[in-house]
C-alpha cells in the first residue's frame, strides 16, 4: 500500500472514541482491504474491537506507547474505538525529552 492520509487523534485523560468502522477511504481501498496502520504514543489506551457496535461484545487491547496496530483484510471493518485513557502511562523520556502534551497522540496512515 501506498499511505496518502494521516489522521491525528489527541486524547486527552478523559478522552474517548466511540465504536465505529473507517469507511471513508475510496470504494477500491476498502474492496481491497488496504488496511489502517495505527501508530500509539503517549498514555496508554483501552482499545474496543469486534464485529459489532455493541461495547458489551467488544473485546478490550490496551495498547501503549510504541505499538503499531495493523487492520486490514478481512480486519478491515471491524468495530474499533477507544474505552478510556490510562492516565500518567507515558514513557518518562517522552515527556522530559519532547514537547509532547500529556494524553495520547494516535497517527493513523491509510490510502484513500
Ligand atoms: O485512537 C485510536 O487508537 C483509534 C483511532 C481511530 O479509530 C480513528 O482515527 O479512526
Ligand atoms: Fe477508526
Redesign the pocket.
Known amino acids: 500500500m501506498s499511505p496518502n492520509i494521516c ?1 491525528i ?1 489527541f ?1 486527552s485523560k478523559t478522552g474517548k ?1 466511540g465504536l ?1 468502522q ?1 469507511k471513508d477511504e475510496s470504494p477500491e481501498s476498502l474492496r481491497k482491504g488496504l488496511p ?1 496502520v ?1 501508530f ?1 504514543i503517549g498514555d496508554s ?1 483501552e ?1 474496543l474491537y469486534g464485529d459489532h457496535r455493541d461495547i458489551e461484545k467488544a473485546d478490550k487491547v490496551v ?1 501503549e506507547s510504541g505499538d503499531v ?1 495493523i487492520f486490514g483484510g478481512k480486519a478491515r471493518n471491524i468495530f ?3 474505552d478510556s485513557i490510562v492516565p500518567d502511562t507515558a514513557p518518562k523520556a517522552l515527556l522530559e525529552e519532547t514537547y509532547v502534551k500529556p494524553g ?1 497522540l ?1 497517527l ?1 496512515f491509510r490510502e484513500y
Do not use: E, M, Q, W
Request: charged content about 10%; cysteine-free.
Open positions: 489522521i487523534n486524547y472514541f465505529h473507517d489502517v495505527s500509539s489506551a482499545f495498547l496496530l474499533h474505538g477507544v495520547r494516535n493513523t
